[in-house]
C-alpha cells in the first residue's frame, strides 16, 4: 500500500471542499487505498489554522465537523514522530519531510 503524508494545506483544503484533487486523497485515504500518515505537529497547526477567520467563513453547515475529519484521521491513519531535519527554506516545513522520512520506514 503507498504511504502518503501531506501537509496541513491539504487537510484544510479537503475539508472545505469535497471536490478536487486534495479530496482524492483525502477520499482515497478514507477508502482504505493509501496509508495517510501524520504528527501531532500537523493535527495542532490544522486546528489553530481552522480558527483563522479567513478560514472560518469558508466553513459552511455541510462540511463535516472538525471532530469527525479529525477523528477518521487520528483512527485510521498513522501518527508518528517526524524525524528532526533542517533543510526546509522554510523551517516550518522540516516537520513534513521529517515525517516523511520516519513513513519511508516501516
Request: aromatic share 10%.
Amino acid at each position: 500500500m503507498r504511504r502518503v503524508v501531506i501537509d496541513t494545506s491539504v487537510l484544510l483544503r479537503a475539508f472545505l471542499k469535497n471536490t478536487g484533487n486534495d479530496w482524492k486523497v483525502y477520499e482515497q485515504f478514507l477508502e482504505g487505498n493509501i496509508e495517510l500518515y501524520y504528527s501531532q505537529e500537523l493535527v495542532d497547526e490544522f486546528l489553530k489554522a481552522i480558527k483563522y477567520p479567513r478560514i472560518q467563513k469558508r466553513v459552511k453547515i455541510e462540511n463535516v465537523s472538525v471532530e469527525v475529519f479529525l477523528g477518521s484521521l487520528v483512527e485510521w491513519g498513522r501518527l508518528k514522530v517526524p524525524k528532526s531535519v533542517e533543510i526546509c527554506r522554510d523551517a516550518r516545513d522540516n516537520h513534513v519531510i521529517g515525517l516523511a522520512m520516519r513513513a519511508k520506514r516501516k
